[in-house]
């Protein structure tokens, strides 16, 4: 049996490290050079950084972060690349098979789409012929409204598309898709746990693996992603939020009686 994976997802906004709630507030907390030696000590599987910026201001020049001349994404990837030791992938503002390529050649092991890939569909398939299906990771971010439909949106969360999560899924793998990233908008930073309902539906669609992502307050919630189909778990806030968030989501999963790699983890 294929071991599941515990993944931390490194939010960038002009060039730091931010928390994210309901995909609209942010909150600056760090230098994500400095974030990823810690995460090299961690026992951790893989790594994934998603650049939401909505514009090109970088300030990680400011004389409080000591890090100069980083004026953007990809010399922010040619600088995490050198001290990341796990599996990489980067996301965000990606239009084209050359911003996949200059992603590639910086460093990164995998591309996370979004947008593009719903503007763009040919894109995912592109990509998947240059470089590998492997290599071609779809993200897509779901709003489950009031009344209990889910959708697709785009742009950050703020555009909706009228698709269906499992039915974009499906063409996305259908497409080349190696791996789907699936955000939910509105457990968002909430710390309620995933959409259990969200990922039962989109992963019975799909044969590619699965990411489950939004909404983890406390490490058991890993474990019900899992239950529900992800063939990975991922978050964000909770790895700046709480002391050795590896061990303790590790020992969760485990815990669970779900199969995960431990070597690292001391009692």
């Given at each position: 049996?294929?071991?599941?994976?515990?993944?931390?997802?490194?939010?960038?906004?002009?060039?730091?490290?931010?928390?994210?709630?309901?995909?609209?507030?942010?909150?600056n907390?760090?230098?994500?050079?400095?974030?990823?030696?810690?995460?090299?000590?961690?026992?951790?599987?893989?790594?994934?950084?998603?650049?939401?910026?909505?514009?090109?201001?970088?300030?990680?020049?400011?004389?409080?972060?000591?890090?100069?001349?980083?004026t953007?994404?990809?010399?922010?990837?040619?600088?995490?690349?050198?001290?990341?030791?796990?599996?990489?992938t980067?996301?965000?503002?990606?239009?084209?098979?050359?911003?996949?390529?200059?992603?590639?050649?910086?460093g990164?092991?995998?591309?996370?789409?979004?947008?593009?890939?719903?503007?763009?569909?040919?894109?995912?398939?592109?990509?998947?012929?240059?470089?590998?299906?492997?290599?071609?990771?779809?993200?897509?971010?779901?709003?489950?409204?009031?009344?209990?439909?889910?959708?697709?949106?785009?742009?950050?969360?703020?555009?909706?598309?009228?698709?269906?999560?499992?039915?974009?899924?499906?063409?996305?793998?259908?497409?080349?898709?190696?791996?789907?990233?699936?955000?939910?908008?509105?457990?968002?930073?909430?710390?309620?746990?995933?959409?259990?309902?969200?990922?039962?539906?989109?992963?019975?669609?799909?044969?590619?693996?699965?990411?489950?992502?939004?909404?983890?307050?406390?490490?058991?919630?890993?474990?019900?992603?899992?239950k529900?189909?992800?063939?990975?778990?991922?978050?964000?806030?909770?790895?700046?939020?709480?002391?050795?968030?590896d061990?303790?989501?590790?020992?969760a999963?485990?815990?669970?009686?779900?199969?995960?790699?431990?070597?690292?983890?001391?009692?």
């Amino acid at each position: 049996m294929l071991r599941k994976r515990l993944i931390p997802i490194l939010l960038l906004k002009n060039g730091l490290l931010v928390r994210s709630e309901l995909f609209k507030i942010h909150q600056n907390i760090g230098n994500p050079i400095y974030e990823v030696k810690r995460f090299n000590e961690w026992n951790v599987d893989e790594l994934i950084y998603l650049d939401i910026s909505k514009d090109d201001q970088y300030d990680l020049r400011r004389d409080d972060h000591k890090v100069k001349g980083l004026t953007d994404s990809l010399a922010i990837l040619d600088e995490v690349s050198k001290t990341c030791f796990m599996p990489l992938t980067w996301g965000g503002r990606i239009r084209t098979v050359e911003d996949m390529r200059q992603v590639i050649s910086r460093g990164a092991d995998k591309i996370a789409i979004n947008t593009a890939a719903v503007t763009n569909p040919e894109l995912i398939t592109q990509g998947a012929k240059t470089f590998g299906s492997q290599a071609i990771v779809v993200s897509i971010d779901v709003l489950r409204h009031p009344h209990g439909k889910t959708e697709v949106f785009i742009e950050g969360g703020s555009k909706s598309t009228g698709l269906k999560p499992e039915d974009w899924a499906k063409e996305a793998q259908r497409l080349g898709a190696g791996e789907i990233l699936l955000n939910s908008i509105d457990r968002d930073g909430t710390g309620q746990g995933y959409d259990i309902e969200l990922i039962k539906t989109v992963t019975s669609q799909v044969q590619i693996p699965v990411i489950a992502c939004g909404g983890v307050g406390r490490y058991e919630h890993y474990a019900e992603g899992i239950k529900a189909g992800a063939s990975a778990v991922a978050a964000a806030n909770i790895w700046h939020f709480k002391e050795l968030s590896d061990r303790g989501g590790k020992r969760a999963l485990a815990k669970a009686g779900i199969e995960v790699r431990l070597f690292k983890i001391q009692k």
